[in-house]
């Protein structure tokens, strides 16, 4: 079955500095690999997709993301954070053929100004 | 383009109660999502719809919810008779089918049972 996890529960970062934030997932098959953020209070938005195509990846507010497929890993990465990216991030997976979303636990961001 | 509508967005019931959530997709949508959040378990996709037809509903805890989508522009998840551990945020997301590609969350409803 399939399975997504994200290595860091809860990361505290100051702004300006550089975020890492870690997917791996488990799926012999090709997927459709997502990252969804959640301000507090609200919905899940997107941030970024990888179908297919080049490996990194850029997303809105500054994210990138780079898919190595030979790690299963779609790590997501900022160079310099700010108060408003506190949130929690959340990676998921798709198998390319199928229809349901897998979401990692979650990773909680909190920036201090 | 509106988003995903869901409502009420807040519900106070007391167990036992029937509670009916509900969702309308992006329009052209004909894939639906629900799903649920807590922090114990994290965001659990409950049932999912293609062309109003449900496609896996293995996520659905037990007899007490049902989830209807009688035409593609609404859906329902109802909870016959609530329980206080079903008390979490509820979202509804929608997509094209096709590759069932990016999901579009709606704002959630948050229930809580008392």
């Known amino acids: 079955a399939q399975s997504v996890s994200q290595h860091n529960h809860h990361v505290i970062l100051s702004e300006a500095a550089s975020l890492e934030l870690g997917c791996n997932y488990s799926y012999g098959g090709t997927v459709n690999l997502f990252w969804y953020v959640q301000y507090p209070g609200q919905h899940l938005q997107l941030l970024l997709k990888?179908?297919?195509?080049?490996?990194l990846v850029k997303g809105i507010k500054g994210f990138e993301a780079e898919f190595i497929k030979s790690k299963f890993s779609f790590n997501l990465r900022k160079p310099s954070v700010q108060w408003s990216d506190t949130a929690e991030y959340f990676c998921a997976v798709k198998a390319n053929q199928g229809g349901k979303l897998i979401f990692g636990q979650g990773t909680e961001l909190s920036v201090k100004p | 383009d509106a988003g995903v509508i869901q409502s009420p967005r807040h519900e106070v019931t007391e167990m036992g109660q029937e509670v009916t959530l509900r969702c309308k997709p992006i329009?052209?949508?004909?894939?639906l999502f629900w799903y649920r959040q807590t922090m114990m378990r994290g965001l659990e996709l409950l049932i999912y719809f293609n062309n109003n037809v449900p496609i896996d509903d293995s996520g659905m805890p037990e007899d007490r919810f049902s989830a209807k989508m009688p035409n593609a522009s609404f859906s329902t998840l109802k909870i016959q008779p609530s329980e206080p551990r079903d008390s979490a945020v509820y979202f509804c997301?929608?997509?094209?089918?096709?590759?069932?590609?990016?999901?579009?969350f709606g704002p959630g409803t948050r229930l809580l049972v008392l």
């Open positions: 329009s052209g949508h004909n894939s």
């Open positions: 990888y179908f297919s195509g080049d490996p």
């Open positions: 997301a929608s997509s094209f089918p096709e590759g069932g590609r990016t999901q579009y």
